[in-house]
T-cell receptor, first 112, second 116 residues
Framework: DAKTTQPTSMDCAEGRAANLPCNHSTISGNEYVYWYRQIHSQGPQYIIHGLKNNETNEMASLIITEDRKSSTLILPHATLRDTAVYYCIVRVAWGGSEKLVFGKGTKLTVNP | DTGVSQDPRHKITKRGQNVTFRCDPISEHNRLYWYRQTLGQGPEFLTYFQNEAQLEKSRLLSDRFSAERPKGSFSTLEIQRTEQGDSAMYLC??????????????FGAGTRLSVL
């Protein structure tokens, strides 16, 4: 079973920031938080990952709470092409199982 | 385009037939993964290879399923005696290997299987 909890769906206006929450209250010290997204009929696309510090790349920012029990993925200026299902995944980066355990994710709809 | 190539993109078959899918990972990625995704669900892990060795298999991988990666490059996933419940998207991913930055899995576009 997935170790994360996400809202089923969210809406965002084009050009505004999209903030996608994820709860991972049982995360272990050696587990990272990964975010992927899946646009309809395509394979999942890696977005970002982090351990405890906030991370930013060209796609998004990841904010992890100090207790690491939750995180937020931020798309700073959402576009229509960001409409997708967003998955938050907790996983040991090395050692342990190699598999990614996907939940049902959050369906983000960016509206014009 | 992540560089992970899957073939075919779509496959329609009749119940009881055998099907084979191919995955070409990103060059120099020594890890290769197979997942299955049914409608409305997230992808589910099936199996993974490090080079040519199959190191982890899910209980979902019944004895009708077999995966190979004979030379540590491309991989094939075969389903024998297909059933309607096998209808799904089959996804392949690859990664460089151990370590945080190297172990990011990059996915292909998938093969959609429809069993009639």
């Amino acid at each position: 079973d997935a170790k994360t909890t996400q809202p089923t769906s969210m809406d965002c206006a084009e050009g505004r920031a999209a903030n996608l929450p994820c709860n991972h209250s049982t995360i272990s010290g050696n587990e990272y938080v990964y975010w992927y997204r899946q646009i309809h009929s395509q394979g999942p696309q890696y977005i970002i990952h982090g351990l405890k510090n906030n991370e930013t790349n060209e796609m998004a920012s990841l904010i992890i709470t100090e207790d690491r029990k939750s995180s937020t993925l931020i798309l700073p200026h959402a576009t229509l092409r960001d409409t997708a299902v967003y998955y938050c995944i907790v996983r040991v980066a090395w050692g342990g199982s190699e598999k990614l355990v996907f939940g049902k994710g959050t369906k983000l709809t960016v509206n014009p | 385009d992540t560089g992970v190539s899957q073939d075919p993109r779509h496959k329609i078959t009749k119940r009881g037939q055998n099907v084979t899918f191919r995955c070409d990972p990103i060059s120099e990625h020594n890890r290769l993964y197979w997942y299955r995704q049914t409608l409305g669900q997230g992808p589910e892990f099936l199996t993974y290879f490090q080079n040519e060795a199959q190191l982890e298999k899910s209980r979902l991988l019944s004895d009708r399923f077999s995966a190979e990666r004979p030379k540590g490059s491309f991989s094939t996933l075969e389903i024998q005696r297909t059933e309607q419940g096998d209808s799904a998207m089959y996804l392949c991913a690859s990664s460089l290997g151990a370590g945080t930055e190297k172990n990011i899995q990059y996915f292909g576009a998938g093969t959609r299987l429809s069993v009639l």
